[in-house]
């Protein structure tokens, strides 16, 4: 099991249509195949439609949305259910401010958006007609018209059988009681499966499914197909550390994008996800700085491991080092601590101690110049803010973070910074001391999408390290 709590579904699930007999076998095989799947294989990458708030009469409204989503994301990845429970998320229309990516399964394809998520593993699609997705009605997208994948319209699915070895990468210690264990054509089905996301849910059953590029394809893919959602209007393109992800079950060496800016956000533009297979990536113009992945030391929950946790030793403002504890900086034998590369995290979130020293930085910094914005701070939910009004020529300090091996990553202001019209700025670093009250629970720092924009970042899984370079994303 992996990043998240597979469980069977509870009654209400079991009612709906888990299995149609035109769906093909019980997929009980155990092999990847892998059609001569080319060394490189580009997709566009676009800000996520679903990340974008309703026309607000006051800007700061969506900022403060765009904050209660970061925070509840962050305490999710902190606090990875073990069960099932019932979670209470205040209700705005976005997502999580996540990017969007097309993929296509099944014979003939069918293409859906998905959103990329490098803190989950599991692939899944809103799956058949009869798919529900509750609080989905998100700015330009209608619930009732949200894209599904129809099982019945594919040739090469196989719902997921019980003894497939990819079932067993879910599930851990699975007995499948209802087959003979010298049988080789059980035909009991893998467990149906409920994901609880810090901003929704989903759930329903697991299939062996082909994944088409435009040239090749991979068959067999374990993808879910999720039969009812609470406020995921679009499938989960997990590319976390698991066995079940995207870039494991295609054998990916790495992962690159450009994340572009969020002032493009339900817009055409785009960039490029690229995965590769083998021989040179390419990619990045320039020299590629890179810092080793660590692992967390423990095992008792199981999302730890699927973080990519990078060493994050120092950070500065302006020049100034912020005396950070150890124990945020590196998670610690209870597993608490350390540093996550989340794309699926708008802002990123650290810690109230770690923050409350960054922020403190700025204020004696910045308020040299500037007084506050207490009442956007109000509104926003953010902190610092500034009145920067008749200022021609905005100066603001340098927020450096410097990883293990000396890798330097030198934020663009507008990274850290919003500036959403010529009087008021606000950091867009965000904390919440009910996430941790002087205490480290999960990852201390989550590195957001927000302040991975306009910087290449490449995921090598093969040397187990993360490369980033500061560059113009198009």
């Known amino acids: 099991m992996k990043n998240f709590q597979f469980l069977p579904c509870p009654a209400p699930v079991l009612a ?13 095989g155990s092999s990847v195949s892998l059609l001569s799947l080319p060394h490189k294989v580009t997709l566009s990458l676009s800000p996520s439609a679903a990340s974008v708030a309703q026309p607000l009469s ?32 205040p209700l705005f229309p976005l997502s999580y401010g996540g990017y969007s990516v097309s993929l296509s399964f099944g014979t003939p394809p069918q293409t859906l958006p998905f959103v990329m998520d490098t803190a989950s593993s599991l692939v899944w699609f809103p799956c058949t007609q009869r798919y529900k997705c509750s609080s989905c009605n998100f700015p330009n997208i209608n619930s009732a018209n949200i894209s599904r994948f129809i099982p019945k319209s594919s040739s090469s699915v196989k719902i997921l059988g019980c003894k497939n070895s990819k079932c067993g990468l879910i599930y851990s210690n699975l007995e499948c009681n209802q087959c003979d264990q010298n049988s080789t054509s059980c035909t009991e089905t893998c467990p149906p499966y409920i994901i609880q996301y810090g901003s929704g849910s989903t759930g329903g059953l697991l299939l062996s499914e082909t994944l088409v590029f435009p040239e090749k394809s991979v068959d067999n ?159 926003s939910g953010l902190r610092p803010c500034f009145n920067v009004s008749g200022e021609v020529t905005k100066t603001l300090p340098k927020l450096i973070f410097e990883f293990k091996g000396g890798a330097k990553m030198e934020l663009p202001v507008g990274d850290y910074f919003s500036f959403l019209d010529d009087s008021v700025i606000c950091m867009t670093i965000v904390t919440n001391n009910a996430i941790s009250q002087g205490i480290s629970v999960g990852p201390s720092i989550i590195l957001g999408n927000y302040q991975q924009q306009n910087f290449y970042l490449e995921y090598d899984l093969e040397k187990e390290r993360l490369g980033f370079l500061k560059q113009i994303c198009n």
């Open 16 to 28: 709906l249509p888990l299995k149609s007999p035109r769906w093909g076998g019980d997929g009980n």
């Open 58 to 89: 006051n800007p700061w409204q969506k900022l403060n949305q765009l904050v209660i989503a970061s925070l509840t994301r962050a305490h999710h990845l902190k606090h990875p259910k073990t069960n099932i429970s019932v979670t209470k998320t």
């Open 221 to 379: 893919f374990m993808v879910g197909c999720s039969l009812f959602s609470s406020r995921q209007p679009s499938g989960i393109a997990g590319f976390g550390r698991g066995p079940e992800s995207l870039p494991s079950q295609m054998g990916v060496k790495k992962f690159s994008y450009c994340l572009v800016s969020h002032r493009f956000d339900d817009t055409p533009v785009s960039s490029e996800l690229v995965l590769v297979s083998g021989g040179n990536s390419g990619g990045a113009n320039g020299t590629v700085k890179y810092t080793p992945f660590r692992k967390n030391p423990v095992a008792f929950n199981s999302a730890f491991q699927d973080y990519y946790y990078v060493t994050l030793r120092k950070m500065t403002v302006g020049g100034i080092r912020i005396k950070v504890p150890y124990k945020f900086l590196v998670p610690g034998s209870d597993g608490h601590g350390g540093t996550i590369v989340d794309s699926g995290s708008t802002f990123t979130s650290m810690d109230n101690q770690v923050f409350e020293l960054v922020a403190q930085e700025f204020e004696r910094q910045v308020g040299k110049h500037y007084p506050r914005a207490a009442d956007v701070e109000k509104q």
